[in-house]
């Protein structure tokens, strides 16, 4: 069984940067979907970045569209960890971020909801402030 270990979150002030990790134990991540989802408070969790793990690289990568261009997702199959850099951060990116394995129609991202997961990690908190 797949087990989801994050790191990275903080505190950062507008503008600033932050790369989460998430590693993964007892299962790899090649010919996997992984992917990182966040949720604010009150509202749905909803998936912002996915890739898929090829036994040599990296396959198709979705994004949501709140955070294209400024986050990017990465794979180090050899290390089975995730990374996702986040730059350009905004206060409305605060919000719980989650490590996720075996994402669900990671397609569904780039439309901004409709995506889900097999496994998750615990949760990273990121806060923006003004």
């Known amino acids: 069984q797949v087990q989801l270990l994050e790191s990275g979150g903080g505190s950062v002030q507008t503008g600033g940067s932050l790369r989460l990790s998430c590693t993964t134990s007892?299962?790899?991540?090649?010919?996997?979907?992984m992917g990182w989802f966040r949720q604010e408070p009150g509202k749905e969790r909803e998936g912002i970045a996915a890739?898929?793990?090829?036994?040599?690289?990296?396959?198709?990568?979705y994004y949501a569209d709140s955070v294209k261009g400024r986050f990017t997702i990465s794979q180090d199959s050899a290390n089975n960890t995730i990374y996702l850099q986040m730059n350009n951060l905004k206060p409305e990116d605060t919000a719980v971020y989650y490590c996720?394995?075996?994402?669900?129609?990671?397609?569904?991202?780039?439309?901004?909801?409709?995506?889900?997961?097999?496994?998750w990690g615990q949760g990273l908190q990121v806060t923006v402030s003004s």
């Open positions: 996720a394995a075996d994402v669900i129609s990671a397609s569904r991202i780039a439309g901004g909801r409709g995506a889900s997961a097999g496994t």
């Open positions: 007892g299962a790899s991540i090649r010919l996997r979907w």
């Open positions: 890739l898929y793990v090829r036994s040599g690289g990296t396959g198709s990568i």
